[in-house]
């Protein structure tokens, strides 16, 4: 259990303080805004960019490692989509917003910190199998529905172009595609510029955390409790118990078995409130969700922690 907490507690102290520095106006929210923005377009897609530029591909994508997961991330948008609409009887549209915050995990900003303070940053490889297709399968998924039910692309060329333009409107893909290019073509960076990024990609995580809990001063919570809570257990507990039982299925090593397990199991990401803002659904819910969730995965990851041994 001290263990546990070893690894848990730092990551949620680095959140809480950036909680803390923007309510108590210690750290301005124009400043958090800066943070994210530093981040989520250089910081963090230096980070993935060296990851899967170095990557063993062949060995790291692992199809029965990507099905575990992305069984159970598919099967959350289906229960979040089906029992928004059917059981609390939202619009088509809330619907799908509510099922991409169950789709979306925070695979980067608490997936990538407390696998690789649990286990150590050799076992990150298959964390960054997974973050390689985590935005364009969830933008795919969530875009081309929401498409559907609007009925708006008049061709399957429209849908896919507006899907496409979207993922490449994100900085994290377009780092994922340099990343895959670089290793595929086997271009060798100059020591000067691998420095560089590994500068950037040093600050990502900390600078991320910190700004994570800047962010969520914005989120009071707000809309019905019910969809909120009913989002965590399909996001914390019924993903990563889906995970659990295909990685077993699939035989699936040791390392890629953690991280399927710790990466499904990480909250919302601030992505699926960004989704809800885009087509104005669900986005008290969204936002409510993105809070209470990252405050429930310190007891959630603790347990999961716990049973993976």
């Not at 848990?8 to 958090?32: E, R, T």
């Not at 809570?229 to 993903?239: N, Q």
């Not at 990466?263 to 819910?285: E, K, Q, W």
Request: hydrophobic share 55%.
């Amino acid at each position: 259990m001290n263990l546990i907490l070893q690894v848990i507690i730092p990551v949620f102290l680095v959140i809480g303080f950036g909680y803390l520095a923007v309510w108590q106006k210690w750290f301005p929210d124009s400043g958090v805004e800066i943070l994210m923005k530093f981040t989520q377009n250089f910081a963090i897609p230096c980070l993935l960019f060296r990851a899967v530029s170095v990557l063993d591909l062949q060995q790291t994508f692992n199809i029965a490692l990507l099905s575990s997961f992305y069984f159970g991330a598919i099967c959350g948008f289906c229960f979040g989509l089906l029992g928004a609409r059917f059981l609390f009887k939202r619009d088509w549209e809330n619907s799908v917003a509510i099922g991409f915050c169950c789709l979306f995990s925070n695979a980067v900003l608490l997936g990538l910190p407390i696998t690789e303070r649990a286990y150590g940053i050799d076992a990150l490889s298959a964390n960054f199998a997974i973050i390689a297709l985590h935005a364009p399968i969830a933008y795919f998924i969530g875009i081309t529905t929401m498409e559907l039910i609007h009925g708006k692309s008049t061709s399957v060329v429209e849908l896919i172009q507006k899907v496409l333009r979207s993922m490449f409107k994100n900085a994290l893909v377009i780092s994922l595609v340099l990343g895959f290019c670089v290793n595929l073509l086997e271009i060798p960076l100059p020591i000067v510029a691998a420095e560089s990024v590994d500068f950037l990609a040093n600050a990502a995580l900390p600078v991320a955390l910190f700004g994570l809990g800047g962010v969520l001063v914005r989120y009071r919570p707000a809309g019905d409790l019910r969809v909120i809570l009913y989002i965590c257990l399909i996001s914390l507990i019924v993903h990563p118990s889906l995970v659990w039982i295909t990685g077993n299925l699939f035989n699936l090593s040791k390392t890629e078995f953690r991280s399927a397990i710790l990466t499904s199991a990480m909250a919302p990401g601030i992505n699926t409130y960004l989704f809800a803002n885009m087509y104005g659904s669900a986005r008290r819910v969204a936002a409510s969700a993105v809070l209470i969730s990252t405050a429930l995965t310190v007891v959630t990851a603790s347990f999961w922690l716990f049973a993976l041994g």
